[in-house]
């Protein structure tokens, strides 16, 4: 069974940093798609980034670049998500979803990801 569990959600101060952590278990192929979506307070899911867990590629959504990085420990089954320079419009409860044996090339939305963790809550307060 295919489980997501994040961690690492709190509150900070703007300018501050949280690092949020996606442990998968119940797969064992390392030829996935990653990603981390976030739903704003009164907002829909917002694709935030993504990781090609074989090659380690990553992708940012616009207002995260540079501010964010993800990386992988794939000894752990764990996909990180640091965060810097948080911003009071980076509140949300963030989620962590996988696609199994898939590439994150026009991944984008809920519907492309399978599996689904239950959250963790960053809000960031000015």
């Known amino acids: 069974q295919v489980r997501l569990v994040e961690s690492g959600g709190g509150s900070v101060p703007v300018g501050g940093s949280l690092r949020l952590s996606c442990q998968a278990s119940g797969f064992t192929s390392y030829s996935n798609c990653v990603a981390w979506f976030r739903r704003p307070p009164g907002k829909e899911h917002e694709w935030v980034a993504s990781i090609s867990t074989w090659d380690g590629t990553t992708d940012y959504v616009d207002s995260v670049k540079g501010r964010f990085r993800l990386s992988q420990d794939n000894a752990k089954d764990t996909v990180y998500l640091q965060m810097d320079g948080l911003e009071p419009e980076d509140t949300g409860m963030y989620y962590c979803?996988?696609?199994?044996?898939?590439?994150?090339?026009?991944?984008?939305?809920?519907?492309?990801?399978?599996?689904w963790g239950l959250g963790t809550q960053v809000t960031v307060s000015s």
């Open positions: 979803a996988a696609a199994i044996l898939a590439k994150c090339e026009d991944r984008y939305y809920q519907r492309d990801f399978r599996y």
